[in-house]
């Protein structure tokens, strides 16, 4: 998975609860975007969250 360049924000991982209590694990995917930036006054493209 993409982790931002700029934070650090990385996958989550966390446990799913169903209405009868069953539990199962999973995880929340940070919300990135490949984007163009200018690093060291050349563009690169990195990976960058929505934050």
């Known amino acids: ?11 989550a991982f966390g446990i799913k609860v169903s ?7 999973r995880t929340w995917s940070p919300n990135v975007k ?3 930036a200018v690093v060291d006054g050349s563009p690169k493209y990195i990976y960058a969250c929505t934050r």
């Open 1 to 11: 998975m993409a982790k931002c360049a700029c934070c650090g924000k990385g996958v």
């Open 19 to 25: 209405h009868s209590h069953r539990r199962s694990n």
């Open 34 to 36: 490949r984007v163009k």
